[in-house]
């Protein structure tokens, strides 16, 4: 018996094809499920002069962000289920959306390639929390 239900935690890189790719062969065998899960950058306010703009670069990341998922679905060669955008700490997200969706294995992606980078990495707080399978793919 397979993974049943896969997330992927991708970011805005090229990389995060390989990460879907490694998701679907895993699910592939047994027709199991794939969600994809992101970040959505959140423009942070310097001063007062930037307050008007705020609304209109939370629009553009948004939509810049959906249209990178939309594109990492359409080059997946396997249904994706669907995709999740959110903003915050992403082990308080990978968490949550892990117990609610019935998620059985969670894909994530490590750049850090030397040993004290791999120690430090935010995918340590992901393993580090998680009540489910985490595979960490090294990306670098």
Do not use: W
Not at 51 to 56: A, D, I, Q
């Amino acid at each position: 018996m397979g993974y049943q239900h896969v997330l992927v935690s991708v970011a805005l890189t090229p990389e995060s094809h390989r990460l879907v790719e490694r998701a679907v062969a895993i699910v592939r065998p047994s027709g199991g499920r794939i969600t994809l899960f992101t970040l959505v950058g959140e423009p942070e306010l310097y001063n007062h002069m930037a307050g008007p703009m705020l609304e209109s670069l939370r629009e553009l990341m948004h939509e810049e962000t959906r249209m990178f998922m939309d594109a990492l679905v359409e080059q997946a060669d396997y249904p994706i289920e669907r995709t999740l955008l959110a903003s915050g700490e992403l082990s308080v997200h990978l968490k949550a959306a892990c117990e609610r969706d019935g998620v059985d294995l969670l894909i994530c992606g490590n750049h850090n390639q030397d040993f004290f980078g791999k120690m430090l990495c935010s995918a340590r707080s992901v393993v580090a929390g998680s009540k489910v399978d985490v595979l960490l793919v090294a990306l670098g």
